[in-house]
Nanobody, 123 residues
Framework: QVQLVETGGGVVQAGGSLRLSCAASGRTFSSYAMGWFRQAPGKEREFVATISSGSYTYYGDSVKGRFTVSRDNTKNTIYLQMNSLKPEDTAVYYC?????????????????WGQGTQVTVSS
């Protein structure tokens, strides 16, 4: 069983930056692919970014060039650096883990989910 805890959400003005963290329990974190998803009110959960066990990364079109996902296996933590934030980035951001090494964009591919952290971007 893997437990995920997201931190770092908050309120920021448009154009600003935030860094989200996701701390994972478990001894096999380094072999897990990880992902970030988000869900805005009244909308479906949206893929944001994914990172494989080997640190291959892939991003959703709406965040490409603005967000960066990374991982620190010594701390069992992944990060999402969010720059040039826009009001449409406002959502609850979720961290997810899958017990396979390959990165995936589909939410159904992930086995474990965090509780989410709210990000609000004001205009």
């Amino acid at each position: 069983q893997v437990q995920l805890v997201e931190t770092g959400g908050g309120v920021v003005q448009a154009g600003g930056s935030l860094r989200l963290s996701c701390a994972a329990s478990g001894r096999t974190f380094s072999s897990y692919a990880m992902g970030w998803f988000r869900q805005a009110p009244g909308k479906e959960r949206e893929f944001v970014a994914t990172i494989s066990s080997g640190s291959y990364t892939y991003y959703g079109d709406s965040v490409k060039g603005r967000f960066t996902v990374s991982r620190d296996n010594t701390k069992n933590t992944i990060y999402l650096q969010m720059n040039s934030l826009k009001p449409e980035d406002t959502a609850v951001y979720y961290c997810a883990a899958r017990s396979l090494r390959a990165a995936q964009t589909a939410a159904a591919a992930y086995d474990y989910w965090g509780q989410g952290t709210q990000v609000t971007v004001s205009s």
